[in-house]
């Protein structure tokens, strides 16, 4: 197995880059879907986020509301670290599932993880940053997720910055152009990650005590 980081800041594209690493043949362990899998309904962490937040936070269907939650967390560090306490050491140790059941193999494995730069990973064979100017991040997330201005800096704002995630980086693509220009980026840091050594036997695991 071959692991590789991927990461970006909100708005960046990473999702996209991921999804066509995905067409090339990775297998890809998202952090994001993995939370979304341990909040369904009747889930453990499911139950422990509606019993610390209420009922206020669940959606007509019984779904949890995400942006109800995120509304109260947003703004109040107690919350969000209550939340965080909650979903981080489950999607860690189904993190490590997912890339235990693929150490025998010869795959390329993407951690696919939106906070890499705020909690490194050991053994990564290299990190590939979705490198995006903040304030073209900004309009995207205007034009296509329908946030406003403010809400998208601060969102922005609250993770590592363009420089933090640069620093990290064993190669970086640049978001700021076409799709077929992302396309061709993705397809030369593929041929990349090809060519990276297999993975160590602890590789994945957070780089510091805490699960995330």
Not at 6 to 12: A, E, P, Q, V
Not at 90 to 109: K, Y
Request: with cysteine.
């Amino acid at each position: 197995m071959i692991l590789v980081g991927l990461t970006g800041g909100i708005g960046s594209g990473k999702s996209v880059v991921s999804s066509q690493l995905a067409t090339h043949g990775a297998i890809i362990v998202d952090a994001d879907v993995i939370v979304r899998d341990l909040q369904r309904p009747g889930q453990p962490v499911f139950l422990a986020i509606v019993e610390r937040f209420g009922a206020e936070v669940l959606a007509e269907s019984g779904h949890l509301d995400r942006a109800a939650l995120a509304s109260k967390v947003f703004a109040d560090a107690e919350a969000l670290a209550a939340l965080n306490q909650i979903v981080h050491p489950a999607v860690g140790v189904e993190m490590m599932r997912r890339i235990d059941a693929q150490r025998n193999s010869r795959r390329v494995v993407v951690l696919d993880v939106p906070l890499l730069a705020e909690n490194p990973r050991l053994g990564l064979g290299g990190v590939l940053v979705v490198d995006l100017d903040p304030q073209i991040a900004v309009q995207r997330l205007v034009d296509q997720r329908g946030l406003s201005a403010h809400d998208a800096q601060a969102r922005i704002a609250k993770q590592a910055s363009r420089q933090q995630r640069r620093a990290i980086a064993d190669w970086i693509i640049d978001n700021s152009g076409s799709r077929l220009d992302l396309a061709r980026q993705v397809g030369a840091a593929w041929q990349w990650m090809c060519s990276l050594p297999p993975a160590a036997p602890d590789a994945g695991r957070v780089a510091r005590s805490a699960n995330s």
